[in-house]
């Protein structure tokens, strides 16, 4: 998995999402913005992540705490819930 670039700076976060709480956007194919890196940190429990782009091999990643997602700008993507979970998203660019 890629890491967010050096030069790329944090400039928000979402709240705190559970399982009850996840955006239906969020599970579902989407992408971020040319210039947007995302970080997905769990906080507790775990998270399918998926990369669906066309340009890409898929690939579904299991994150949890030690294992943090790494959101690529532009390429599509999605999560899957796999159980209880907490977790949030800091965007970089």
Not at 45 to 69: F, K, N, V
């Amino acid at each position: 998995m890629n890491t967010i670039p050096s030069s790329a700076a944090h400039y928000r976060s979402t709240p705190v999402f559970t399982q009850d709480t996840v955006p239906a956007a969020l599970q579902r194919a989407h992408t971020t913005a040319a210039d947007v890196w995302g970080r997905i940190t769990i906080l507790e429990g775990s998270l399918l992540y998926r990369i669906t782009d066309a340009r890409r091999e898929p690939e579904e990643i299991l994150l949890t705490p030690d294992q943090p997602g790494i959101v690529e700008p532009a390429i599509q993507h999605e999560v899957a819930l796999v159980g209880p979970v907490t977790f949030q998203i800091d965007f970089h660019r």
